[in-house]
Each structure stands twice: as structure tokens, then as C-alpha cells.
């Protein structure tokens, strides 16, 4: 979501080849959660373990920034997450740190039928 990217800047990375962006990961931590942004990786460069290399370096630095608790939001990539240990919560089982994350709150205000396409995710860190 383009919603309030400005801010984060200096914890999105990027993984590059050749002078190309092969893959972009955002971090937003608020207290002690940490929401993973985006996370986004060519469809020249899937099942290079780019994606696990940017996932780890992101669970890396929100450790490094005293997150206690992550926290996603994803329609279809649950399984790829789960490697993680992240496992599927309810809405009502974010902390107070990470309801203040924009997407929580446009979640919230979201209609039904879209809200049943997303799957929070919560890791403890």
C-alpha cells in the first residue's frame, strides 16, 4: 500500500542484480511490534531465496529494534510466512503498539467482503 510510505523509508531495503530492483521489504515498528510493510520480489528472481533473504534480514532488524511481538497482513503467501513461524491471529489479537499501524486502522474501517481476503499474521520475536 502506498498510504504512508514516506515515513518508512529508512526501513525499506532493497536487493538489486545488475543494476535492477530484484526485490523491496518495509519495516514499521511501532513500540514494541513490528509490521512488515510490503514485501515484493520479481517474478525473474522467485525461488532464488531472495525472498527468504529479505524476510530474514527484516526479522533481523526488528529484533535489532527491541520488537517483542510482528505482525502482516496477506491475502495469499500465509504458507511462506508460516516458515517463519508466523501464525494466523485475529484482528482482536493485536497489541495496542500495532493498532496504531495505518493498515490496522484502514483494515478496520475496510468492508466485510474485503477484510475476508486478508489474513493477519503474528510472530513473537
Known amino acids: 500500500p502506498l498510504f504512508d510510505y514516506e515515513q518508512y523509508l529508512d526501513t525499506f531495503w532493497v536487493l538489486d542484480a545488475d543494476a535492477e530492483v530484484t526485490g523491496c521489504i518495509g519495516l514499521e ?3 514494541s511490534s513490528a ?3 510490503s514485501i515484493v520480489v520479481s517474478p525473474s528472481t522467485r525461488g532464488t531465496g531472495a525472498g527468504h533473504k529479505l524476510t ?3 526479522l533481523d532488524e526488528a529484533r535489532a529494534r527491541d520488537a517483542r511481538t510482528a505482525y502482516l ?3 495469499d503467501k500465509a504458507p511462506f510466512f508460516s516458515r517463519y513461524g508466523f501464525e494466523r491471529c ?3 489479537d493485536f497489541d495496542a503498539d ?3 499501524t495505518t493498515q490496522y486502522t484502514a483494515l478496520q474501517q475496510a468492508p466485510a467482503e474485503f ?3 486478508i489474513t493477519p499474521m503474528r510472530l513473537t520475536l
Do not use: P
Open 29 to 31: 515498528i511501532y513500540g
Open 35 to 37: 509490521l512488515l510493510r
Open 56 to 58: 530474514s534480514h527484516w
Open 73 to 75: 497482513f496477506t491475502m
Open 90 to 92: 485475529e484482528m482482536d
Open 98 to 100: 500495532a493498532r496504531r
Open 115 to 117: 477484510v475476508k481476503l
